[in-house]
Structures are given as structure tokens and as C-alpha cells.
T-cell receptor, first 112, second 114 residues
Framework: QKEVEQDPGPLSVPEGAIVSLNCTYS??????FMWYRQYSRKGPELLMY????GNKEDGRFTAQVDKSSKYISLFIRDSQPSDSATYLC????????????FGQGTRLTINP | EAGVTQFPSHSVIEKGQTVTLRCDPI?????LYWYRRVMGKEIKFLLH????????ESGMPNNRFLAERTGGTYSTLKVQPAELEDSGVYFC????????????FGQGTRLTVV
């Protein structure tokens, strides 16, 4: 069983829709949760990170962590074609970006 | 400020040959990480340098892989001899020593072993 499960998609939605991306994990030692965005032929780029359960908002993006259910989500409001990319969840047992454990990534397409 | 730079961007080699990948981290970043993504799988941790010292190399697949970071600046990852299953995208990332909430990734080196 993988430590982090993420549906690879692909996911295709119309412009302006609310997008929900999710990951589940099995290791209760994870305490640092991140979402990365990766455009084709580029490296992953950090979108958001959080240390604890709850919500964190940054512009059109909201990250949600439920440690009791071992479930994290990323919501994108008012989605734009420029949001089309692969979204990767990543986690670490340490309080920082060390030895990240990644999900497989969800390929997202926003259609104009 | 320059980001994390990796060379080459793409390498095609024959099974049994040697390949060396290079990573130039962001200046001043003491943490340097190597990750790998093989086809259809998730990105996986290979190893972690703090300055020139290997902090954690638990993800290195076998002794055909050798990573170095002489002088604590750039790093190289050598695969010798390369096997077909080594094909994938190799990412390097770096972060500050004490403010390591964000690891900055390079664009990756796509390695194809034929």
C-alpha cells in the first residue's frame, strides 16, 4: 500500500468551476502537508503548506487537512485555463520540507 | 535570483553506460535533495545533503547510484552502470538550512536508458 494515495485523473472542468483535489495517507507521523503545481516539462512549484488540521486560504486556493481522517484537500475557486497543470500533494514527518512523500499527482485541465 | 538548475535537461544512454547528472542549488541553500520519478509512479526521495554531508540516503535504490556534493555547492548524481529501470525524471531541490518550509525544485533531468 502506498503511503500517499492520489487519484491521477485526468480531471477536466469548465473555466470558473470550483475544483476539488484530494489525497489520503496512511502514515500518522506526517505533520507537514503541501500542495505543489507542476506544469509540463517543469519542476514542482509549491502552492501551499500547512502543519496542522484545518483550513488555509491563499487567494483562490484553499488547503484543508483532516488529520483524524488522514485526508487532505485543495480547492481552487474561479478556476482559470492557466490553472491547467498536474497537482501533487506531498507530506513529511518532520516540520519542514525534508524527505517529502508525494502522491502520484492529478492532471487537471480547465477548459475555456 | 537564479533558481535550481539541472544539467542536462535530457539524456539518452545505452544500458551499461555511465551518466552524471548535475544540480546547482539556489545560492546559500545548504539543504539539497535528489528525487526521482519513474514512468507512471510518484516522485520519490533519493537523498538529502546538508552542505557537503549526506544527511539521509535511505532512498538511494542501490550502489550503482553515487551522489556527491563537494564543497557544499553543486551536486552530482552518477549512475554506473545504467540499467533500463533507471529511466525517469530526476529532480533536484534545495532549501535554506533553518527556514526549510519550502523546497525549490529544478526542472528535472529526463534520463532514458535504452
Amino acid at each position: 500500500q502506498k503511503e500517499v494515495e492520489q487519484d491521477p485523473g485526468p480531471l477536466s472542468v469548465p473555466e470558473g468551476a470550483i475544483v476539488s483535489l484530494n489525497c489520503t495517507y496512511s502514515n500518522s507521523a506526517f505533520q507537514y502537508f503541501m500542495w505543489y503545481r507542476q506544469y509540463s516539462r517543469k519542476g514542482p512549484e509549491l502552492l501551499m503548506y500547512t502543519y496542522s488540521s484545518g483550513n488555509k486560504e491563499d487567494g483562490r486556493f484553499t488547503a484543508q487537512v483532516d488529520k483524524s481522517s488522514k485526508y487532505i484537500s485543495l480547492f481552487i475557486r474561479d478556476s482559470q485555463p492557466s490553472d491547467s497543470a498536474t497537482y501533487l500533494c506531498a507530506m513529511s514527518p518532520s516540520r519542514g520540507a525534508q524527505k517529502l512523500v508525494f502522491g502520484q499527482g492529478t492532471r487537471l485541465t480547465i477548459n475555456p | 535570483e537564479a533558481g535550481v538548475t539541472q544539467f542536462p535537461s535530457h539524456s539518452v544512454i545505452e544500458k551499461g553506460q555511465t551518466v552524471t547528472l548535475r544540480c546547482d542549488p539556489i545560492s546559500g541553500h545548504d539543504n539539497l535533495y535528489w528525487y526521482r520519478r519513474v514512468m507512471g509512479k510518484e516522485i520519490k526521495f533519493l537523498l538529502h545533503f546538508v552542505k557537503e554531508s549526506k544527511q539521509d540516503e535511505s532512498g538511494m535504490p542501490n550502489n550503482r547510484f553515487l551522489a556527491e556534493r563537494t564543497g557544499g555547492t553543486y551536486s552530482t548524481l552518477k549512475v554506473q552502470p545504467a540499467e533500463l529501470e533507471d529511466s525517469g525524471v530526476y529532480f533536484c531541490a534545495s532549501s535554506q538550512l533553518f527556514r526549510n518550509t519550502e523546497a525549490f525544485f529544478g526542472q528535472g533531468t529526463r534520463l532514458t536508458v535504452v
